[in-house]
């Protein structure tokens, strides 16, 4: 099992029919490959963790990567995995601008990070906390 952590910057925001639609290509995508993961989007940057087969993993990043929708992706962490950290989502999907969002317990600490690069530049496993809280808040 493998994992891989990037962040990227919408070429223009993101609607909601857009993030929507986004979401059910990778949704059914991850199911056909066994990948899971979670995708954050605040102010038109996205941060997302696949997890997988490694090269099943690094394939499909690379497809992303070339996706016209978003630019300046990079990776933040990859690395082997015990066992999945996600895996009951094909894809789990928070907007971080949402109010509800806002509300869960634990948010507060992380609200004035940026998804960009330079907030964890110095602490890349920043990133899996942040994750990992959407999962555990459902
Ligand atoms: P096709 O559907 O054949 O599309 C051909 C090309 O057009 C590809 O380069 C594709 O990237 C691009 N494209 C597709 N739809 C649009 C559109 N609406 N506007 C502009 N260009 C478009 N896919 C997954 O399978 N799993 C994921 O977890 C996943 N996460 C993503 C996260 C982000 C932030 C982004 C931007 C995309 C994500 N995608 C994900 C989508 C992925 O980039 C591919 O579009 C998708 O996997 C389909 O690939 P394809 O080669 O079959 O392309």
Sequence with gaps: MFHLVYVSSAIKPFSKTELV???KEARENNECLDVTGMLLYRDGNFMQVLEGE???VR???ARIERDPRHEGSIILLEESLKRRQFGEWSMGFRDLNDKDVHALPG???F???ALVADQFRYDPTGCLSLLNLFRDGK
């Design 54 to 56: 490694e090269t099943v």
């Design 111 to 113: 609200m004035n990070k």
């Design 21 to 23: 639609e986004l979401l």
């Design 59 to 61: 394939d499909l990043y």
């Design 107 to 109: 948010f507060s600490q």
